[in-house]
């Protein structure tokens, strides 16, 4: 099939609906650059949603001298946290000292650093708990008698990438999903890329000024494939993995452990009713689609936390698994672990008189730092397309996050009043993925029966629709593992149903209560 006819020139065409690539996305648009991004799968697909879901310094980078990627951390956890409070919320972290490992004074050095570095003014600071008095050091081995307790921030990862496309859309950038840069060529000042839509087969030729690599794992691969380079060689891809099982605790406070191979592993409330435990660190080779927590991983993160808490955990007791694959800029670094988790980018053309259509390529990163990253691409792009809007992310709410930063309990107790007769956990649960866009799905709505059918947990086919016309939301996966991480709580019937409504959705044969209650 012949490409579809090109539209003008965009100012950015920017490969990759991760992070990296939604976050410059956002930015760039808000300037009045027009945006168009592609995206082979759907956004958050690949390392963005595979996270520890962390906004954090990274306290063990400090043990690698890394002091100015934590310092810049640092002070982007409460700016995001007060840009998007429905999707990111403080955290307690727990530090249990174990003899042998790192002496008392070098965490308590750390921490000190760790509180001071970053302009912490709404995180509680660091403080020294009694464990056998403390009720963290209730499902704790009884050898373990003192602890640190610091703070840090939780995310949604894959919902925060979601939010920022959407901001993009808002500004104006196109947002395409399901769709693959199968070629890109350059013509003098310009870039030619031929796109495809992965459902349809559908091809169409784009054109822009600068282009962004911004494709994660895929980096090398599209320099090599579309750009026709050869085996080009910029990142290290290191896999991390992570267990669920069933709660381990009752309090809201998060662990991490020291284990004896230099490595840290966290233990986290996850989805109220489960332990999230992880990650690994190990070099990795193939397709990062296919990417699959081993067996030796699950194993060595249930034996890492096994030395901490009382209860055992088994392989049985693993209720789910997840692996990512970080596509770290190769460093040299002789472990994985201690790989660079900076980020590097690298402009080919454009300045000095070259007549080359420019290319920006994205190495590293992390999501603690994805606003200051896009922040610095944007810095090199009008280094060759010239200036337009001036930064603008530092003070700019994510959809849904216009509240008060420690506001989220009193949006949800606005949201009771408003809807008495609606499950207040459903309320909870929209507010805490939605904020404020919770009253975009609510609007009409009365009762539970408004809401259409249910999928599952409580899962409706009016939260879906929103997220089908808003989201970018195609298939069962995109909801329940993307959107949302409700396939804890969804059995594979209940899945199945939703996808075939969800294809009738897009097929239009199917009337639904819609994002705006039509």
């Known amino acids: 099939m012949s490409p579809q006819p090109q539209t003008p020139p965009y100012d950015l065409l920017i490969v990759g609906g991760g992070i990296n690539g939604c976050g410059i996305a956002r930015d760039a648009a808000g300037r009045g650059y027009s945006v168009c991004l592609a995206e082979m799968n759907d956004l958050a697909s690949g390392t963005s949603s595979w996270s520890t879901k962390l ?25 995001l946290w007060s840009n998007a409070p429905h999707i990111i919320r403080p955290l307690r972290f727990v530090l249990p000292h174990q003899k042998g490992l790192r002496p008392r004074w070098l965490l308590r050095l750390g921490l000190f650093l760790y509180d001071h570095l970053g302009g912490r003014k709404l995180l509680p600071a ?87 690599n911004a494709a994660g794992p895929w980096v090398d691969h ?19 993995s992570h267990i669920v099982v069933n ?86 670094a002789s472990k994985a672990q201690e790989a660079t988790r900076d980020y590097v980018l690298k402009l080919e053309g454009g300045p000095d008189g070259d007549k080359d259509a420019p ?34 992310t530092r003070d700019a709410v994510l959809p849904g996050g216009d509240f008060p930063t420690t506001g989220f309990d009193a949006l949800v107790e606005e949201f009771r009043r408003d809807w008495p007769q ?46 089908m016309d808003r989201e970018w939301a195609r298939t069962a996966e995109d909801v329940l593992w993307r959107r949302s991480k409700l396939g804890l709580r969804v059995t594979a019937e209940e899945a199945a149903a939703l996808d075939r409504w969800m294809q009738a959705r897009t097929r239009g044969s199917l009337h639904s209560p819609g994002a705006q209650g039509s």
Request: aromatic share 10%.
């Open 359 to 392: 290319l920006i390529n994205i190495f590293g990163g992390k999501i603690t730092t994805y606003r200051r990253l896009a922040q610095s691409a944007l810095e090199e792009v009008e280094t060759v397309l010239g200036a337009s809007g001036p930064a603008w």
């Open 422 to 467: 609606l499950d207040p956990a459903l309320l909870t649960r929209l507010a805490r993925h939605y904020g404020t866009a919770t009253r975009v799905i609510l609007d009409g709505v009365v009762t539970m029966d408004d809401l259409g059918p249910l999928f599952g947990a409580d899962l409706s086919a009016r939260e879906v629709g929103y997220l």
């Open 55 to 79: 906004i954090h310094g990274g306290l063990r980078y400090l043990e690698y001298y890394e002091f100015r990627l934590v310092r810049e951390a640092l002070s982007e956890r409460e700016l």
């Open 126 to 212: 660091t403080k020294t708990l009694d464990l056998r008095r403390d009720a963290a050091g209730q499902p704790l081995k009884p050898g373990f008698t003192t602890a640190f307790e610091y703070s840090d921030c939780w995310v949604d990862d894959a919902r925060l990438v979601v939010l920022n496309a959407r901001d993009a859309a808002d500004r104006g950038a196109q947002i395409n999903t399901r769709t693959r840069v199968i070629s890109a060529r350059r013509a003098g000042w310009l870039w030619h890329a031929v796109l495809r839509d992965e459902e349809t087969g559908e091809t169409r030729e784009v054109s822009a000024r600068l282009m962004v």
């Open 222 to 240: 599209l320099l090599e494939s579309a750009l026709e380079r050869k085996a080009p060689h910029n990142v290290r891809l290191v896999q991390g």
């Open 247 to 332: 709660k381990l605790f009752d309090h809201d406070r998060a662990y991490i452990f020291q284990n004896a191979d230099g490595r840290i592993v966290f233990a986290i409330p996850y989805e109220h009713d489960f332990t999230l435990i992880g990650t690994t660190d190990r070099d990795f080779t193939g397709d990062p689609a296919k990417v699959a927590a081993s067996e030796e991983e699950i194993l060595y993160l249930a034996e890492a936390a096994s030395e901490y808490f009382n209860q055992p955990i088994t392989r049985e007791d693993v209720v789910w698994t997840y692996s990512g694959v970080r596509p770290l800029f190769d460093d040299g």
